[in-house]
Structures are given as structure tokens and as C-alpha cells.
């Protein structure tokens, strides 16, 4: 019975989850790892889970804080390429998003996390805060943090069309 649900849950949810991972990872591989990652702790977890009060926000915290956790390990450095392979040359949007994606792959990875949250999920700070298991106030340093940060490596109007759009 219980695999049953688990295997329902995840069928249902896997796209959301695919998307999330790769607004956070901007790489698709590295997408299906951490949502392989994710599923699979969630399996082990599934009685748990499966009696929460909102699982899918549990599952969407379990995957968030698998990716701020993942840069502490060894194996998250190795890369299978020695550079990436060729891409299409962008068009303008293509090449802002790409440039969005770059930026923000150089920002610490919590804020990072708080940027995707806020910005493109447009959670709001509590269930930011919620998903994170830190406080409004730490989204928030975490969202400024995060938006100079990108500021810097953007230049101002990019980051201020980002947050206008949202």
C-alpha cells in the first residue's frame, strides 16, 4: 500500500520537481541527479511524509536543502566535461536568461536558493523561510545579499527588469 502512494506522489509531482531542481541548478543532468536524490530520500521518508500536513512542501524543502547542502560534498565538484558542449548561438532573451542563469550560479547557494523561491516560484518570505527552516528575517538579509550580489555581476538595470517581473 505504501509503495503504491509513493510511486502515485512522485508520477504526480516529478515534473514540478524537475523544474525546481533545474531553476536551481541551471543544468539539466545536474537536475535529474538532485531530483533522483530527493525521490529517493523521500522514499526512504515516506511514512513520514506521506502524514504531513502540506508533503508537497516538504518535498520541495527536501530538494531545496539538498542543493544548498550539495556543494560540502566532494563528488558535486567533479565534472564529466573538461568545457561544456557547443550551444546555439541566443537569440536576445536566450542570452539575458542565459546570462540571468550564469549570475546566478556564481551567488552562494542559500542565497540562491532564496532568489529561485522568491523570484521565480514567487513564494512568499514565510514559506521561504518555511521550506529553508530559517527565519523571515534571514530570507530576507538573504534575498538583499543575493540581489547586490547579482547586481555586481549583472549590472543594475538587469536585476531590477528580474525583480520588476516577478
Known amino acids: ?62 530538494l531545496v536543502n539538498t542543493f544548498v547542502d550539495e556543494r560540502r560534498l566532494a563528488w558535486s565538484r567533479v565534472r564529466l566535461f573538461a568545457q561544456p558542449p557547443e550551444r546555439p548561438a541566443p537569440d536576445d532573451y536566450r542570452a539575458e536568461r542565459t546570462a540571468v542563469r550564469q549570475a546566478l550560479a556564481r551567488v552562494p547557494r542559500r542565497q540562491q536558493a532564496v532568489l529561485v523561491l522568491r523570484f521565480f516560484y514567487d513564494l512568499p518570505v514565510a514559506e521561504v523561510a518555511e521550506i529553508l527552516g530559517v527565519t523571515p528575517g534571514t530570507v530576507k538579509s538573504q534575498t538583499a545579499h543575493g540581489l547586490t550580489a547579482l547586481r555586481k555581476l549583472l549590472g543594475e538595470q538587469s536585476v531590477t527588469a528580474l525583480t520588476k517581473e516577478r
Open 1 to 62: 500500500m505504501g509503495d503504491d502512494d509513493y510511486v502515485e506522489y512522485v508520477t504526480a509531482r516529478l515534473p514540478a520537481l524537475h523544474r525546481l531542481a533545474y531553476a536551481l541548478t541551471g543544468d539539466p543532468h545536474r537536475a535529474d541527479d538532485l531530483v533522483q536524490q530527493t525521490i529517493t530520500t523521500l522514499y526512504v521518508k515516506w511514512a513520514k511524509v506521506r502524514r504531513v500536513e502540506h508533503p508537497d512542501r516538504y518535498v520541495r524543502s527536501m
